[in-house]
């Protein structure tokens, strides 16, 4: 991925936007039939994504000879785009602060782990969001070969990888060793920490389980479409001891 398109998804354009706007960088003058071709996608796609930069400042556009010709904003298009996301981001913290105050005041309950239940793809991301804001910045995670961020799609994996580089969050993943990821390049390893999981004690299992703070994530793979999200000290304890001992006689990748 650029930086470019890991930057743009990071502060709110989607994957294909982003790609679309580096495209049109790059090749200048274009019209909807070249973008198309150039990304491989069809051309009512094409529409719909320059439509949306075009409303955020990031292209010009004028009819020629009955044909729609843009090109891309440079840096007066970036600083309109980052005003906009900041308008936005602005709004919505005046409308948390107005929700914060009308929140009726908790009653006292027993202590018990808090568990939340999310369905479906925005569920799964809402869950992530959450796990995104660690206030650790360090996340350890346990993933099979085929989990959920292989398989969804690329526009949300871009986002995913970006946000968790925009957030600065550490992690120690542990892997199942494929002959796809025998070989790692120093980024992963640098911003993923990965270690094989040791094989005489692997049975088949399909779910990702994501450790911070005092949470555990749980999150299914694609068949399924759920993720359970526990906040307890004493579960969260149980799971990182566990976590830490396959760790420790993990396989650590060659370079």
Do not use: C
Request: glycine share 4%; net charge positive.
């Amino acid at each position: 991925m650029s930086a470019i398109i890991s930057t743009l998804t990071a502060i709110g354009l989607s994957a294909k936007e982003a790609m679309l706007y580096e495209a049109g960088l790059k090749n200048g003058e274009s019209d909807v039939p070249t973008l198309a071709r150039l990304l491989g996608m069809n051309r009512a796609t094409v529409y719909h994504h320059l439509h949306t930069l075009e409303r955020r400042g990031l292209l010009y556009k004028r009819i020629e000879n009955g044909r729609m010709v843009v090109t891309m904003a440079r840096e007066e298009g970036l600083r309109a785009l980052f005003a906009y996301e900041e308008h936005a981001l602005q709004e919505h913290k005046e409308r948390l602060e107005t929700l914060l105050q009308k929140l009726p005041k908790a009653t006292r309950v027993a202590a018990r782990p808090d568990v939340q239940y999310f369905s479906g793809l925005e569920g799964i991301r809402m869950a992530l969001e959450i796990a995104f804001r660690t206030k650790t910045k360090h996340w350890d995670i346990i993933a099979p070969k085929k989990n959920f961020f292989s398989d969804i799609d690329e526009e949300y994996a871009a986002y995913y990888l970006s946000e968790r580089k925009r957030r600065k969050i550490t992690s120690h993943s542990l892997w199942e060793k494929t002959s796809e990821n025998i070989r790692l390049s120093q980024d992963v390893i640098r911003e993923r920490q990965p270690r094989y999981l040791p094989k005489e004690h692997l049975i088949p299992f399909r779910s990702v389980l994501i450790l911070f703070d005092t949470r555990a994530l749980f999150i299914s793979s694609t068949n399924e479409m759920q993720a359970v999200l526990i906040n307890s000290s004493d579960i969260h304890s149980t799971l990182q001891m566990q976590f830490s001992v396959l760790w420790n006689t993990a396989e650590t990748p060659a370079t």
